[in-house]
């Protein structure tokens, strides 16, 4: 075994035991994530559909933090055998893909036939999710990352037609697979600070709509569809600059 010293001369950094408890922590911070999906799928298949939507607004904003924690505790470099991006993607899936399409699949919310438009959701869903995103790590995705979580929690409060939810998924889909960027809000340099928080006050709204705190949830939650809107517009605006060579992208690290 090399000593300290040894490390030292070589330019390898020393991972003290701290850091090792620090990364673990973040990987079970990250893990959180897959017990909220669990549960969120226990409270949906029980018709417990407000429940649901509280634990995946939760892991959504678990899912928005863990990555700042993990490059700023270095968890790549310290931790090498343990991968974060796969433990995230099955937990992602799960709470931006399965959950919400079973929920609404429990709530009759799917347009007719369920199983079309189910299939179409998830189909999208896993291509995202198998797609590389070569950009990812400075700040972009290639095409809409999954959101139908965010979707979920929309049709389930405001019950739009069938036309509208139509027309809507097929949409976000074929966004999926279209040549155009989306932001990542915790790397992008690009109104980072902004969209940082407008997730976070979309959170602060949603949540005590899910807790029953609001009276008229349905007019909260047509107000709520600010944030997704802005979203989509301050993604198609980031991906015109990119095209002109005018978007500051995320440093390269190892973490």
Request: proline share 5%.
């Amino acid at each position: 075994m090399r000593s300290v010293a040894q490390a030292s001369s070589s330019g390898a950094a020393v991972v003290t035991h701290w850091q090792r408890i620090c990364a673990m922590m973040v990987h079970a911070y990250t893990a959180v994530g897959g017990l909220l999906a669990f549960l969120a799928l226990v409270a949906a298949a029980n018709r417990r559909f407000e429940i649901c939507l509280m634990l995946l607004a939760i892991a959504f904003a678990v899912d928005g933090t863990d990555g700042y924690f993990a490059r700023r505790l270095h968890v790549r470099r310290v931790l090498p055998t343990i991968d974060g991006g796969i433990l995230d993607l099955v937990i992602d899936f799960i709470t931006f893909a399965v959950a919400p399409v079973f929920l609404l699949w429990q709530a009759h919310l799917l347009p007719h036939p369920g199983l079309l438009w189910a299939s179409i959701i998830l189909f999208a869903a896993q291509y995202d999710f198998a797609n590389v995103h070569p950009l990812k790590d400075r700040g972009l995705y290639t095409g809409l990352p999954a959101l139908w979580n965010v979707y979920a929690f929309h049709v389930f409060y405001i019950h739009p037609p069938e036309t509208v939810q139509m027309v809507v998924i097929l949409v976000l889909a074929g966004l999926t697979f279209a040549p155009v960027h989306f932001i990542c809000l915790s790397r992008l340099p690009f109104l980072r600070r902004l969209n940082v928080l407008a997730a976070a006050t979309y959170i602060a709204v949603v949540l005590p709509i899910t807790l029953g705190m609001v009276s008229d949830v349905r007019t909260w939650s047509i107000v709520a569809l600010a944030y997704p809107l802005w979203y989509l517009g301050s993604s198609l605006w980031a991906d015109r600059c990119f095209r002109k060579g005018r978007l500051p992208l995320a440093q390269l690290s190892e973490t």
